[in-house]
């Protein structure tokens, strides 16, 4: 298997393709349904994992899991776009200071996503106690990444322009993995 997180998740899929079959996969709907009204973005939750509905079934941790896969894959990106704006010369201090920031941002998503994974391999067998320091650690990464996102936000302000607001729907994508990872629940 890849080193890339993001790996098991179907990346481009259509939008719609959760519902290409629909017979087998409708009843894995309820998790994001249900869990989308604990995150701040309840639209934006739903449209970023209901293609992954398949992939997480019922389980808190894969749902917790697909949303940090989707959030590293989307500031892996903004990353990039950074460091190529950058690149061409002429960039802000503020912008330079951001293309690490949102690159550190990245990693703390890639090692929340890592995180999971293990929780998730681990299964029903996982140890209370390896379940709250697996959900501590995401917590942690997730909410370290929330502060660098918020940096970059701030030291760019108004002149951000499209970053900025690439930025915006990463802070969002971050909140609602962090709110998901929040969800999981203790074994007895």
Known sequence: MSNDASSHLPL??????????????SHHLVPVTTRRATTLYRVACYDSLIPYGCTFQTSHVKLARAATDV??????TLSKRVKELVAIGG????????AGTISSAAGLARQSSAELAKLDNAGP???????RWAI???QTWLSAAMTNEATCADGL???GGEVSREIASAKEHTSIALALVNGIPLPP
């Open 12 to 25: 481009y899929a259509p939008r719609h393709c959760i519902f290409d079959d629909i017979g087998e996969c």
């Open 71 to 76: 959030n590293h894959v989307q500031l892996r």
């Open 91 to 98: 960039a802000t201090s503020s912008l330079r200071d951001c």
């Open 125 to 131: 067998a996982a140890a209370r106690s390896e379940v």
């Open 136 to 138: 501590s650690n995401a």
């Open 157 to 159: 302000g108004a002149a």
